[in-house]
C-alpha cells in the first residue's frame, strides 16, 4: 500500500434543501446526508462504507465522484480537488473514477446492445477510434461473459451477467477508483460470491481501489481491507476489517455484527442470547438529534446515569481512539470480544 492515499475525503458535508409546496417553493430545512466525514483510500485498497438503508452510504459514493457535488469539505483524488477543477479537467478525471452500480438492469439502456453499452463510454472520451471493438471483446472476457454474445440486449442475460456487464462498462476507460454501490445486493447469494470473486480477481489484476457500498456485512467481511460504519450522515466507527469485526466498540456496530447469521446452528443459538437489540425509528435526519445522534435507540444510554447521559446529549462524541485500537463516536466506546 502507497503512503500517498489514492482518495482523500475531508470534512464532507452534503445537504439536500426541502422546500415547500406551491409557486414561490420556500426553503423549510435541509437534509442531513452526510455530515463532516473523512477517510483515505490507498491504491489496491478496499473500504467497505456500511450501515443502514439511508444512513448516507451513496450519497457519499455519488460526492467522491463529484456527481453530487458536496455542500462542504473536499475530495482530493491523486493530489487534485474535485471541487476546485474546472469542468474540462473534471471530464478527464472521471475515466479515472467509475462507479458500479446496484440495479444492473436500471443502470444499462435496453435499446444498446452489450457491445454499445460497453463502448459508449469509449465513445464519449475519444478513445473509440483507437481501441475500438477489440477492447470490448477484451472486457467481456474478462468478466467471465462470451466475446460472441456482445450484439444481444441487456435483457437477454441473467441478472448476475448483467451486472458482469456493468463492471465491464467501468473499466472501458482502465480507471484507478470504483465506486461499488450495493453491486451484489440485487442478486441471489450463489451469484453474489462470484461476482465478489471477480471483483477480487480484478483487483489484484488491475490495481484497483474499491469503495463497497454495501449493508451485507457478511459481503463486506469477505471483500473489505478496511470498513467504515455510517449512522445517520456521520461515520460512527472505522478500522481495520478484522479488528472492527472482531472487537466493535461503537454500540451501533455491536448491534449490527451480533446481527450476522452463523452457518453453524449451534453457534447461532448461543449468539441468540447475545443479539443486541436497537429499539426505535431512525431519527429525521431534517433534524437529526443533538450531541450523539444514535443516543435515542442506544441501549447504552439507557443504562447511563443523567450525568453521563448529559454528556451524550449536548456534546457530539469525536471519532477518535480511545483505547479501543481504532477510532469510535462514543463518549463510552467499550470493546466487546465477538467470539
Do not use: W
Not at 46 to 51: C, D, K, P, W
Not at 94 to 99: D, G, N, S, V, Y
Not at 171 to 193: K, W, Y
Not at 232 to 260: C, K, M, W
Amino acid at each position: 500500500m502507497s503512503e500517498q492515499p489514492l482518495l482523500s475525503v475531508q470534512n464532507l458535508v452534503k445537504h439536500y434543501p426541502v422546500r415547500s409546496k406551491g409557486v414561490l417553493r420556500r426553503r423549510n430545512g435541509d437534509v442531513h446526508a452526510v455530515c463532516d466525514i473523512s477517510f483515505d483510500l490507498h491504491r489496491g485498497e478496499t473500504l467497505g462504507l456500511v450501515g443502514e438503508s439511508g444512513c448516507g452510504k451513496s450519497t457519499t459514493g455519488r460526492a467522491v465522484l463529484n456527481v453530487q457535488p458536496a455542500t462542504a469539505g473536499k475530495v482530493v483524488f491523486d493530489g487534485e480537488d474535485l471541487g476546485a477543477v474546472g469542468s474540462a479537467r473534471m471530464r478527464k478525471l472521471r475515466q479515472r473514477l467509475q462507479i458500479v452500480f446496484q440495479d444492473p438492469y436500471a443502470s444499462l439502456d435496453p435499446r444498446m446492445t452489450v457491445t454499445d453499452a460497453i463502448a459508449e463510454p469509449l465513445r464519449i472520451h475519444g478513445r473509440y477510434d483507437d481501441e475500438g471493438p477489440g477492447r470490448v471483446r477484451e472486457l467481456l472476457a474478462t468478466v467471465g461473459l462470451n466475446p460472441e454474445h456482445g450484439n444481444r440486449y441487456p435483457h437477454e442475460f441473467s441478472g448476475g451477467q448483467r451486472q458482469r456487464v456493468g463492471i465491464a462498462r467501468s473499466l472501458a476507460l482502465r480507471p484507478d477508483l470504483l465506486v461499488l454501490d450495493e453491486p451484489v445486493s440485487a442478486l441471489d447469494v450463489s451469484i453474489q460470491a462470484g461476482v465478489v470473486n471477480l471483483l477480487e480477481d480484478l483487483q489484484q489484476e488491475l490495481g484497483l481501489a474499491y469503495l463497497f457500498v454495501a449493508h451485507d456485512l457478511s459481503v463486506v467481511r469477505h471483500i473489505a481491507d478496511r470498513v467504515a460504519v455510517m449512522y445517520l450522515g456521520q461515520i460512527v466507527e472505522i478500522g481495520n476489517r478484522d479488528e472492527l469485526f472482531d472487537r466493535p466498540a461503537h454500540p451501533y456496530t455491536q448491534a449490527l455484527i451480533s446481527a450476522i447469521p452463523l452457518p453453524d446452528p449451534r453457534r447461532e443459538r448461543i449468539r441468540a442470547r447475545e443479539r443486541i437489540v436497537i429499539s426505535g425509528d431512525v431519527p429525521n435526519p431534517v433534524s437529526p438529534p443533538s450531541g450523539c445522534r444514535f443516543r435515542t435507540r442506544c441501549p447504552k444510554f439507557a443504562v447511563l446515569t443523567e450525568t453521563e447521559q448529559r454528556l451524550c446529549v449536548e456534546e457530539t462524541p469525536a471519532l477518535t481512539e480511545r483505547g479501543q485500537g481504532h477510532p469510535a463516536a462514543c463518549h463510552y466506546a467499550e470493546v466487546l470480544t465477538v467470539v
